[in-house]
Structures are given as C-alpha cells and as structure tokens.
C-alpha cells in the first residue's frame, strides 16, 4: 500500500484531499500542524507528504526543512501561495514538487503516480558506476562519492545526478530532464533549476562558479567528461 501524509490546517481541504486520495486506493493520514505532522512522519514514516505552507506555528518552509534533516521522503507542496518566491523557496527548501491550490484531483494523483515510479530501484541496464573525475555515481547501489566520500542526496537529487551523469558531455534541456526525471509530459521548468542548484550545493567545490555540472546558455545543463 503507497501511504500518504497529508499536513493541512483548513479542516474542509483536508478532508478533500483525504476523500480524495482514498477514493484512488491511496492510504491516507493527516495532520493540522507540522509539529504532528512531523512527529507521525517520525513515528511510522508515508511515502509521500502533502504539505501547505501557511501552517500555524511551524510553517510549511521550516516543515519541509526538518523532514530533510533526516528523511529523503518525496514531499509535494500545495498551496494557494503562487507567487514565484514562495514557489522557489518551498523547492529550495527540499520540496520535490509544488501544486497551487485549488489543485485538480487528476493532476494531484498523476504526480502521485510519477512520484511512485521514480521510487522504485532504478532499471538494471543502468551502469553500475560513472566516474566523472573526483564524482563517483553509482545508479544502481543509490550511492554517489565525492573524493571518496558519500554525499546525502533526496531521491529526486540522485535521480537528476544520475541522469545527468549518465549522459555526460551531452546538453539536456529543461524539457528532457522534466520527462526523464519527474516523468512529465510537460511541467514547470523551475523544478529543474532549483534542483539544479541543490545539487551544486552538494556536489561543487564552488556552487557559484560550476564545473560538474554546468548551463549551457539558451540549450540546458550538462555534466562534462
């Protein structure tokens, strides 16, 4: 069973969204605040959490942040906050995908789906190691090395390292790393960028002037050989 973590404070959305996501053969708990929300995710870890922003107390962005300090669980915001900020700094802060309310139940499960694709072990025709200079990607073990040592990568990190690596010298536009690693036809190209950034802070010596993984004006990013 796929379990989902819904932490919402409006009563009647989370509701919605609970009827919702049950009606589609998903488990479903909830939570009104992030201090519960974050404390069942503690105690019997979903495979996926919903997360709104505006939150009392702690707020959606300080929730996202403490579900990363230790769990690489996907984590999909919806909130009525659309403003490209907001949007930015909820992925910044480790959302791998954000919906703005009020947000169709079919566009809502087919990101589900998606989510639970990737989530299963990548194909075992992926190489089992890329070594790009002191870069170390290992698909099918999950792993990645810089200088030897293991870097911690959310699920959606590793899969765009992956892809990327596994491609390297060739340019991948927004578009192709939306299809090949969100597995979306079409979607916001933001999702790419923001990665994009977090993985340099990860893998960069320095994040503001990139050599591993580096934008190629007007085309999109590669990794070179």
């Not at 409006?10 to 605040?33: K, M, N, P, W």
């Not at 089992?128 to 090395?145: C, I, K, N």
Request: some cysteine; hydrophobic content about 40%; charged content about 30%.
């Amino acid at each position: 069973m796929f379990e989902v973590l819904v932490i919402e404070d409006d009563d009647r959305i989370r509701l919605a969204l609970t009827l919702a996501l049950e009606d589609e053969g998903y488990v479903v708990r909830s939570a009104a605040t992030a201090e519960e929300g974050l404390l069942s995710q503690r105690r019997e870890p979903a495979d996926t959490v919903l997360v709104d922003l505006m939150l009392p107390g702690i707020d959606g962005f300080q929730c996202i942040r403490e579900l990363r300090r230790t769990d690489d669980v996907p984590v999909v915001v919806i909130s009525a906050r659309d403003d490209t900020h907001d949007i930015v700094a909820a992925l910044e802060a480790g959302a791998d995908d954000y919906l703005v309310k009020p947000a169709a139940t079919k566009e809502l499960t087919a990101r589900l789906r998606a989510l639970r694709r990737r989530a299963r072990p990548l194909p075992a025709a992926q190489p089992a190691e890329l070594v790009l200079g002191e870069l170390e990607v290992r698909p099918l073990a999950g792993e990645v090395l810089l200088r030897g040592e293991q870097l911690t990568l959310t699920r959606t990190e590793f899969r765009l390292l992956s892809e990327l690596a596994e491609h390297a010298g060739q340019v991948l536009s927004r578009q192709q790393l939306l299809q090949r690693v969100w597995e979306y036809d079409f979607g916001d190209e933001r999702l790419v960028d923001v990665h994009v950034g977090r993985l340099r802070q990860k893998i960069e010596d320095n994040p503001g002037s990139p050599q591993r993984l580096v934008t190629v004006r007007g085309l999109g990013y590669k990794m070179p050989r």
